[in-house]
């Protein structure tokens, strides 16, 4: 079900007709509270960054102050623009490891839909299980092994780790299953086309719908991640956003001067994100096993 | 039927097995080998002779269960799933209840600006946990925070950021966080439900209230398992949100979570066998309860299978 759909519509149209509006009162009311409670952190912080240092502590807190464009010209210059440099690598890690995942999800999730071959099962629950293994139990040892071979804090010691996900192949199987019929798969192989041809040129393209969502929750999952990076690097010109947000959170936490810095940095980290989720919705969900993305 | 089904594509030969390399290839780097490593050092340590300079003075001895035995003894360490426990709890029950709170309402009949308050309930997914815990550790704040003059006038505590109050602030963070994507979840498994479902429910007279205890919550408890499931394991491993906070409140020890801990056994203090044996407990615990879950997920999801 994409977040866009909205079949009760039709039905809530009828109810109406019938004098619901009235019933629907209470429902309503509910999810207007949770809406308000989850958009009022973002709103506030749109407000906050738009305040200079002096208007964060001297204006009404939902006043739109006249600091903007200073706020981000200060942030671009602090440090001789790092943080434009954090934004370019989030973008790096999230774009690129989530196009692998998404890559490596549809080969791995295509062979356990449509093959039968000894070690299947086991494959799956392997790959699988890779769900239940707390971040923790991996990233230090990935630390470890990777500063071994020499590869702690460099691009690579965020970008590989995160390739594998688990939850990506787990959808890319119930998403071919469901997509990619196997009478098209015979008619395919009866032409004489190969395995890789059958499914470069026939699944594939039925998969791309599925394969979107998997790009998009990881994409989430790597923009989002504080954890391995935090551990994985020491030089801030290979920071994601959310480490390097950190790293200014803790020092200018006691400086209020720098608290328009901060929170300008907060705002920009956010609006890509949002960006994307506004504008792929259709794409968000979690359920892929009706075969199809509806519109 | 689907075994036919799978035996005509069957003549596979090595196929299979190269579509899924580059997913082994991972796992087995990136997994299989950091957890085998990681059990690895959790049965060593390092044994230093004579005055611990020079080379060779320092050396990797087997530690046997050792470390395991420091792990378990640790008050310290105890000290950090008491608070975890605590804060999981509160963060779980909360936050999987309004998840189920809002996906009833949202598939009510007579509710409006679904569509809006859907998305609007959802789009905390899109913040990063360490925007998260910054967004509202600055409304926290008693410089900056809107909330202090109503606290005051109801004559609550003012301060947000203190010992006693902190980890109520921090589980708002987490609930902010996860809400949406677990009502999305319920949301989605209870409008794959066929109408007609509650139809018949409807004509013998049952309220929508009825309906969904009686009706809608039985539905949802494989989803309601699943969400829970994948929250205590997220839960357990509780680092993002304590770590953010830090630099704003001094409320919260460098060892507030199990994870603090195994970061500063392994990068502070350098003992990573420690580390590693702390590891291989928090991972223990959350073992344990994927044994539930894979029932959960093989009775539900891979009826393909």
């Known amino acids: 079900m994409s977040i866009g759909v909205l079949p009760a519509r039709t039905a809530a149209r009828h109810a109406r007709a019938r004098g619901g509006a009235l019933r629907g009162a209470v429902p309503t009311g509910i999810l207007l509270l949770g809406a308000i409670y989850c958009l009022f952190p973002v709103s506030w912080v749109l407000i906050a960054a738009t305040k200079t240092p002096g208007e964060l502590f001297s204006t009404a807190t939902l006043d739109i102050g006249s600091?903007?464009?200073?706020?981000?010209?200060?942030l671009l210059a602090y440090r001789d623009g790092v943080f434009l440099l954090w934004l370019l690598n989030t973008f790096l890690y999230a774009g690129v490891g989530a196009a692998l995942s998404a890559a490596v999800s549809a080969t791995a999730g295509y062979a356990l839909a449509k093959y039968r071959f000894p070690g299947r099962n086991l494959a799956f629950n392997l790959l699988i299980g890779g769900i239940l293994v707390p971040a923790v139990v991996l990233a230090v040892p990935q630390y470890l092994l990777l500063s071994r071979a020499g590869l702690a804090d460099t691009y690579w010691s965020v970008l590989l780790p995160q390739i594998l996900s688990p939850y990506g192949i787990y959808l890319a199987r119930i998403y071919t299953t469901a997509a990619v019929p196997n009478s098209l798969l015979e008619a395919a192989r009866i032409d004489g086309a190969g395995h890789w041809r059958i499914f470069s040129r026939v699944a594939l393209p039925l998969m791309v719908p599925g394969l979107v969502t998997i790009f998009l929750f990881q994409f989430v999952a790597i923009w989002n991640n504080f954890l391995l990076p935090f551990i994985m690097l020491g030089d801030d010109r290979a920071f994601p956003l959310t480490v390097g947000l950190y790293t200014l959170l803790a020092a200018g936490a006691n400086q209020p001067s720098l608290f328009n810095l901060i929170l300008t940095g907060a705002m920009l980290s956010i609006i890509p994100l949002v960006a994307l989720f506004l504008t792929m919705q259709r794409y968000w969900r979690t359920d892929l096993s009706s075969g199809a993305v509806k519109s | 039927?689907?075994?036919?089904?799978?035996?005509?594509?069957?003549?596979?030969?090595?196929?299979?097995?190269?579509?899924?390399?580059?997913?082994?290839?991972?796992?087995?780097?990136?997994?299989?080998?950091?957890?085998?490593?990681?059990?690895?050092?959790?049965?060593?340590?390092?044994?230093?002779?004579?005055?611990?300079?020079?080379?060779?003075?320092?050396?990797?001895?087997?530690?046997g269960l050792d470390n395991y035995a420091a792990a378990v003894a640790d008050a310290e360490l105890w000290a950090g799933w008491l608070r975890v426990l605590g804060y999981g709890a509160m963060v779980l029950a909360v936050m999987l209840g309004l998840a189920l709170l809002f996906a009833l309402m949202l598939d009510t009949a007579h509710v409006r600006l679904a569509r809006f308050t859907r998305i609007a309930i959802f789009l905390p997914y899109a913040v990063p946990g360490v925007a998260a815990t910054l967004l509202w550790g600055f409304l926290y704040l008693p410089s900056l925070s809107p909330f202090q003059g109503v606290l005051e006038a109801f004559g609550g505590e003012a301060n947000l950021l203190g010992a006693g109050t902190v980890v109520y602030s921090m589980a708002n963070v987490a609930v902010w966080g996860g809400v949406g994507?677990?009502?999305?979840?319920?949301?989605?498994?209870?409008?794959?439900?066929?109408?007609?479902?509650?139809?018949?429910?409807?004509?013998?007279?049952?309220?929508?209230?009825?309906?969904?205890?009686?009706?809608?919550?039985?539905?949802?408890?494989?989803?309601?398992?699943?969400?829970?499931?994948?929250?205590?394991?997220?839960?357990?491993?509780?680092?993002?949100?304590?770590?953010?906070?830090?630099?704003i409140t001094n409320t919260i020890s460098s060892t507030w979570s199990p994870l603090m801990k195994v970061y500063r056994d392994a990068f502070v203090i350098g003992d990573v066998y420690a580390a590693a044996a702390t590891s291989i407990v928090i991972a223990a615990i959350a073992l344990v309860l994927s044994f539930g879950f894979l029932r959960v997920v093989k009775n539900h999801a891979f009826g393909e299978g």
């Not at chain 2, 409807?202 to 949802?220: F, T, Y």
């Open chain 1, 67 to 74: 600091g903007l464009w200073s706020n981000i010209a200060d």
């Open chain 2, 1 to 63: 039927m689907t075994k036919r089904k799978g035996a005509r594509v069957n003549r596979a030969g090595a196929a299979p097995y190269l579509f899924l390399a580059p997913a082994m290839v991972l796992f087995t780097l990136f997994l299989a080998l950091p957890i085998g490593y990681t059990i690895y050092l959790s049965l060593r340590r390092v044994q230093v002779s004579g005055l611990g300079l020079g080379r060779g003075s320092r050396r990797e001895v087997f530690a």
């Open chain 2, 181 to 247: 994507f677990n009502m999305l979840v319920l949301y989605t498994t209870l409008r794959a439900v066929p109408r007609e479902y509650y139809e018949a429910a409807r004509i013998d007279g049952a309220s929508e209230l009825q309906i969904a205890l009686r009706v809608k919550i039985p539905i949802l408890i494989p989803a309601i398992i699943l969400t829970t499931v994948f929250s205590i394991i997220a839960t357990i491993q509780v680092f993002t949100e304590p770590t953010a906070l830090r630099p």
